[in-house]
């Protein structure tokens, strides 16, 4: 059975999901299928035979930007990657790039008819060079532990 990306739904299970974040494994399991419901959170996975390996939670957001080059704040309006996780036994394999870029293509898919410019995410401490490595750049550090890291769609 391969592995296919696709939304999550009621049929999907995620019982034995582990990403070595309890945050980001207890979101799936205990908030993903509400936040849905609610239409506050998008829910994005790779499953095999409708086990969740991997997974992405996408919502509109924006936040304000000192812009350098003209000096000027701007609100930014993009997609905030709330949670990203891969299960341990399907690291490594590209999947987490692959959610990445799947959010990436999401923007450029809705940004003629609504503006959308970055991707947002607020990175854990241990996965902020993983965003680095991904072409997201830190714009302020938030907390001793978390790092606001931003994709510009129009640069990259
Ligand atoms: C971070 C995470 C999503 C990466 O998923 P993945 O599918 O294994 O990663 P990819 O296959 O896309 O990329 C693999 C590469 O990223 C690197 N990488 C993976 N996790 C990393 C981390 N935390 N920090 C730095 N590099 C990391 C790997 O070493 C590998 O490098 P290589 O290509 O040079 O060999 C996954 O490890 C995970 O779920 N971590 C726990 C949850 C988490 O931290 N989520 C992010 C919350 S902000």
């Given amino acids: 059975m391969k592995i296919e990306l696709s939304p999550l739904t009621e049929q999907h299970f995620f019982d034995n999901f582990d990403c070595g974040e309890n ?8 908030e993903s299928l509400w936040e849905k419901a ?6 994005y996975i790779f499953h095999k035979d409708f086990e969740v390996v991997a997974y992405s939670a996408l919502y509109s957001c924006h936040f304000r930007y ?3 080059t003209l000096n000027k704040e701007f609100r930014y309006p993009g997609i905030c990657i709330g949670q990203l996780g891969v299960d341990k036994r399907y690291k490594g394999k590209g999947l987490g790039k692959l959610l990445i870029q799947h959010a ?3 923007s450029h898919s809705i ?3 609504i503006g959308c410019r970055i991707i947002y995410v607020e990175a854990l401490k241990n996965a902020k060079k993983y965003w ?5 750049e830190e714009i302020e550090p938030k907390k001793k532990t978390q790092f606001k ?3 510009d769609i129009n640069i990259n």
């Fill in 23 to 30: 945050t980001v494994n207890n979101f799936l399991k205990n």
């Fill in 38 to 43: 609610e239409n506050l959170t998008n829910i």
């Fill in 66 to 68: 000192r812009n350098s």
């Fill in 104 to 106: 990436i293509s999401i």
């Fill in 111 to 113: 940004r003629n008819n």
């Fill in 132 to 136: 680095i490595s991904n072409n997201f």
């Fill in 149 to 151: 890291m931003v994709f």
